[in-house]
Each structure stands twice: as structure tokens, then as C-alpha cells.
């Protein structure tokens, strides 16, 4: 059984990766709009953060379970699977991890892109509430702490060995539906470590709320409706 350290080094470079891909991949798309060129656009945005989660939970998800998500941590936690002292402390390696890989971004590209894109912190569409934006939000973050719930943490589930793979591309999927609405956040830690260092914080609460109240929702309903009753 790893211990807790090792499960906190282990979210703490998964939310490291990525938000240096992710928010990097807005950086990098920045940059080469405003050279003139072609960049990743929504497409390569989405595929970039669901290549990163999915590389990052099949490499860690043996150690810590591969959350690198303050809403999947909750999750786990409604659904009793993790104590609440862990779901604090995944929290904090989660945000640590966001804030490490934020300030090293910002360090490496140029100042004037990284500015102009806000670090790759999610923004709110003009034409959008707070309340539709987390309402956006919440359904999108629901769709992935469903199905980390259904392929990581039922242990009953065939699907185990695809996690990786199928939690990789829900994000894809939820991004390219919710990115240009709210940026897609579907996790605190990806929204927090950009507008920390960006000191970026318009309706920074829609990231949290939205978000959570999802997990909270999905972890609730699957281990209500499907998993056997156990408690940590």
C-alpha cells in the first residue's frame, strides 16, 4: 500500500502536468494567433488537457488514485472512500501542484503572451451568467466524476485498465462543448493556479462552486444507485 506522502507527490505532479500542458496549450495558441499562424485552436486545447489527464491517471492512478481534481477528491469523499483528513491534504497537493506548474509557465513563456492569454485561466463568455456558468460547469464536471466513478473507483467495473483513457476523453469531450462558454474548467485547481499567478480572478467563484457541486453530485448518485455499500 503506497503511503500518504507517496499519494501526494503523486497528485501533486499529476495537477502539476496538468496545468502546464493545459493552461501551456492556451499560451501556445496565443502566441501563434498573434504571429500570424494557425495555433491548436478549441481542438487542440481539448485534446491537450485530455491527453494530459489521461497520461497522468494511468501513470499515478495505482499510487493515489489519479484525482489531480479538488471535485474528484470530493467525490471519493461523499461517496465515504477516503477519509476527510485525506481529502484536505489531496486538496492541498492538488492546489500546490496548480501553483507550482502556473508560476513555472509564466517563467518560461514570454511575459506579453502569457498576459494576453491570462495564463489559460478560464473566463466567463460575456452573454453568460454566474449561475448559468456554474450551471455549465457543474453537468460537464458531473459527466467526469461519473465516469471516474464508473471505470476508477467501482471495483466491481471491468474497465479499470482504461480509466486513463476514458477519463482523458470525457474531459476532451466536456471542453469541447463548455470552452467556449466558461473555458471548461471542471476543476478548482486548473482555474486557481492560473488566476493565482495571472491575479486574474473574475468570477473565480463559478470555478469552485460549479465544479464541486458537480462532484458532489456524481459521488452521491454512483455510490448511491451502483456501488456497495462501504465505508473508509
Known amino acids: 500500500m503506497n503511503s500518504l506522502p507517496q499519494k501526494l507527490a503523486a497528485e501533486f505532479i499529476g495537477t502539476f502536468t496538468l496545468i502546464f500542458v493545459g493552461a501551456g496549450s492556451i499560451c501556445a495558441d496565443k502566441f501563434l494567433a498573434a504571429a500570424g499562424q494557425s495555433g491548436p485552436g478549441l481542438l487542440g486545447v481539448a485534446v491537450a488537457h485530455g491527453l494530459a489527464v489521461a497520461i497522468m491517471v494511468s501513470a499515478i492512478g495505482h499510487i493515489s488514485g489519479g484525482h489531480i481534481n479538488p471535485a474528484v477528491t470530493i467525490g471519493v469523499w461523499v461517496a465515504r472512500r477516503m477519509t476527510t483528513f485525506d481529502a484536505l491534504v489531496y486538496w492541498i497537493a492538488q492546489l500546490a501542484g496548480a501553483v507550482a506548474a502556473a508560476y ?39 459527466f467526469l466524476v461519473f465516469v471516474v466513478f464508473a471505470t476508477a473507483v467501482d471495483e466491481r467495473g471491468a474497465f479499470g485498465k482504461i480509466a486513463g483513457f476514458a477519463i482523458g476523453l470525457t474531459i476532451t469531450m466536456d471542453i469541447l462543448v463548455g470552452g467556449a462558454w466558461t473555458g471548461a474548467s471542471l476543476n478548482p485547481a486548473r482555474s486557481f493556479g492560473p488566476a493565482l499567478v495571472a491575479r486574474y480572478w473574475a468570477n473565480h467563484g463559478v470555478y469552485w462552486v460549479g465544479p464541486l457541486a458537480g462532484g458532489v453530485l456524481a459521488g452521491w448518485l454512483y455510490n448511491t444507485l451502483f456501488l456497495r455499500k462501504r465505508s473508509v
Not at 509564466?106 to 452573454?127: F, K, S
Open 104 to 142: 513555472l509557465l509564466a517563467a518560461v513563456v514570454p511575459e506579453e503572451t502569457w498576459r494576453a492569454a491570462v495564463l489559460g485561466t478560464p473566463t466567463l463568455a460575456p452573454e453568460l451568467t454566474r449561475v448559468t456558468g456554474m450551471t455549465i460547469e457543474g453537468v460537464l464536471t458531473f
